[in-house]
């Protein structure tokens, strides 16, 4: 006898890696036309986001932020280096290590930058208090997968 398909445990429709992955691809492309005319990629707008927070930053406390493995970090810092956004030095304390610094270019992108999450909100048309659901949603499963990953 055939299992029905919203029976099926391998339904594509029940995975939450499914769900997660088109979710995630359908909010990138959201940012995407808020973020082409500051001439940065959601991943750089990511990098941003950390170092608006706190500058300078080591490369390693990037990554550790970011969740990113220094080898995808690395090109991401060198191409907003190279747009002038951020400044990469050795640490003076410590020459093994990397201190990423916004630029004045950088931390006025700043102030462009402010209009991206209402606009964000905006298009998705959901309330702020289910994104701020969702979020939470999300960071406790980002925290549940995490041990499985380290």
């Given amino acids: 006898m055939p299992v029905m398909e919203t029976e099926d445990p ?3 429709e029940r995975q939450v890696c499914f769900a997660l992955a088109v979710a995630s691809r359908s909010v990138i ?6 973020l082409e005319p500051l001439g940065l990629t959601h991943p750089q707008y990511l990098v941003l986001l950390a170092l608006w927070q706190q500058s300078p930053r080591s490369g390693r406390e990037l990554s550790d932020v970011l969740q990113l493995d ?6 991401l810092l060198k191409r907003l280096e190279a747009a002038g956004f951020v400044r990469r ?6 020459e093994r290590m990397l201190a990423v ?3 004045e270019a950088g931390l006025a992108l700043r102030d462009e930058a402010l209009k991206i999450p209402p606009a964000v ?4 048309g959901l309330e702020i208090s289910e994104l701020e659901q969702l979020h939470a949603s999300l960071t406790r499963v980002i925290a ?3 041990p499985a990953v380290d």
Avoid: F, Q
Wanted: proline residues 10%; positive net charge; charged residues 25%.
């Fill in 89 to 94: 030095e050795r640490d003076i304390r410590d």
């Fill in 10 to 12: 391998l339904a594509l």
């Fill in 144 to 146: 549940a997968a995490r």
């Fill in 121 to 124: 909100v905006s298009r998705l």
């Fill in 101 to 103: 610094t916004l630029t």
């Fill in 70 to 75: 220094p080898g995808t970090l690395s090109p």
């Fill in 29 to 34: 492309a959201v940012y995407r036309p808020l």
